[in-house]
C-alpha cells in the first residue's frame, strides 16, 4: 500500500516523539528540588518539563486568548486542552484550496479526517493525566 505525504509525515512526527521520550535526560543546569521531593521524582520533573519544552506541547494544548498583541497562550490555563465550555459549531465547508480548520483558541482543528480536541494534558484526577 502507497502511503500518502500526509501518512508518512504523521509516521514520522510520531516516530520523532517516541526518540524524544526514549532519548536520555540530560540536563545542563541543575534545578533546586521542592521540599520534600526525593532526588528521582524531582529528575522526572525536570525531564517532564524539558520533554513539555522540546515537543512544543503549549502551541496546541493551552487554549489562546485575545492579548494585547493578538492571540497568546492562556498560561492560567496551560495544558488544559480544549476548554469544556466552548461547544463548537460543525466546521465550515473548505473553499477552494484550503482544506483544514482551526478554533480561535487553537485547541480544536478540522479536515478530511474529522474534528480532533486537544486533550488535557495536566495532572488533573478528573480530567487529566491523573488517574
Known amino acids: ?10 509516521i514520522a512526527l510520531a516516530a520523532l516523539g517516541l526518540l524524544a521520550v526514549l532519548a536520555p535526560a540530560g540536563s545542563t543546569q ?3 528540588k521542592p ?11 525536570e525531564r517532564g518539563k524539558y520533554l ?11 487554549p489562546y486568548k485575545m492579548g494585547p498583541k493578538g492571540p497568546e497562550p ?20 473548505p473553499v477552494g484550496p484550503w482544506i483544514a480548520s482551526i478554533a480561535a483558541t487553537n485547541t480544536a482543528f478540522a479536515g478530511p479526517w474529522g474534528v480532533s480536541y486537544t486533550t488535557n494534558l495536566t495532572p488533573d484526577k478528573n480530567t487529566g493525566l491523573g488517574i
Open 52 to 62: 513539555v519544552t522540546v515537543m512544543i506541547c503549549n502551541d496546541c494544548h493551552t
Open 35 to 45: 521540599a520534600g521531593q526525593s532526588a528521582v521524582a524531582a529528575k522526572r520533573v
Open 74 to 93: 492562556d498560561m492560567s490555563r496551560m495544558l488544559s486542552g480544549h476548554p469544556e465550555q466552548m461547544k463548537m459549531p460543525p466546521p465550515p465547508n
Open 1 to 10: 500500500m502507497v502511503k500518502s505525504g500526509f501518512e508518512k509525515g504523521l
Open 30 to 32: 541543575a534545578e533546586p
